[in-house]
Antibody, heavy 120, light 110 residues
Framework: QVRLQESGPGLVKPSQTLSLSCTVSGGSITNGDYYWSWIRQPPGKGLEWIGY???????YYSPSLKSRISMSVDTSNNLFSLKLSSVTAADTAVYYC????????????WGQGTMVTISS | QSALTQPPSASGSPGQSVTISCTGTRSDVGGYDYVSWYQQHPGKAPRLVIYEVTKRPSGVPDRFSGSKSGNTASLTVSGLQAEDEADYYCSTYAGSHNLLFGGGTRVTVL
């Protein structure tokens, strides 16, 4: 069973770039049935899809965030990454890495999440 | 595109049923049979309970069921148990590799 684990700094200064990685275990990131996703949840609020990446590095981003997002994939190390630039306090959230299973059209496996606070 | 619309709260007594709605448009909920539902307990990551409107992953009790009519999808939890108290979110594909979530519904077991 696929497991996902986020890593990265828990505190980022305003206007800087938030960088997170997600290590995939129990399966290959090159499995063609999956897109590798980022989803965030501000404290006390709902879920927001950020975007996803395929193993061949093809990316799809949320229209509301696409000007600030960059995603990459490292198939050698079975991990994928997120960069979100020009962050503000509104980007404070729990960030989840999640597998999107194409054959089920759904987010089937979730990482535990990592809290990122934007503050000086 | 706007988030899908869910009621903020729902409740039921143990053993009863509760139904949560998720309303979108014909461009998202109404246009695809790709609605999913997730359960989230406080401080935990969401867990998939329904996908493709009606299907349950293995390990999810058959007390959880999904349906759709027009632009509105629904999740029903039958035979409510204390452990079902959680936040529930719907999501759907909205075309052109765009995914939307609902605002979430807090289910309380009275």
């Amino acid at each position: 069973q696929v497991r996902l684990q986020e890593s990265g700094p828990g505190l980022v200064k305003p206007s800087q770039t938030l960088s997170l990685s997600c290590t995939v275990s129990g399966g290959s990131i090159t499995n063609g049935d999956y897109y590798w996703s980022w989803i965030r949840q501000p404290p006390g609020k709902g879920l927001e899809w950020i975007g996803y990446i395929y193993y061949n590095a093809k990316t799809y981003y949320s229209p509301s965030l696409k000007s600030r997002i960059s995603m990459s994939v490292d198939t050698s190390n079975n991990l994928f990454s997120l960069k979100l630039s020009s962050v503000t306090a509104a980007d404070t959230a729990v960030y989840y890495c999640v597998s999107f299973r194409q054959s089920w059209d759904t987010f089937d496996m979730w990482g535990q999440g990592t809290m990122v606070t934007i503050s000086s | 595109q706007s988030a899908l619309t869910q009621p903020p709260s729902a409740s039921g007594s143990p053993g009863q049923s509760v139904t949560i709605s998720c309303t979108g448009t014909r461009s998202d909920v109404g246009g695809y049979d790709y609605v999913s539902w997730y359960q989230q307990h406080p401080g935990k990551a969401p867990r998939l309970v329904i996908y493709e409107v009606t299907k349950r992953p293995s390990g999810v009790p058959d007390r959880f069921s999904g349906s759709k009519s027009g632009n509105t999808a629904s999740l029903t939890v039958s035979g409510l148990q204390a452990e079902d108290e959680a936040d529930y979110y719907c999501s759907t594909y909205a075309g052109s590799h765009n995914l939307l979530f609902g605002g979430g519904t807090r289910v309380t077991v009275l």
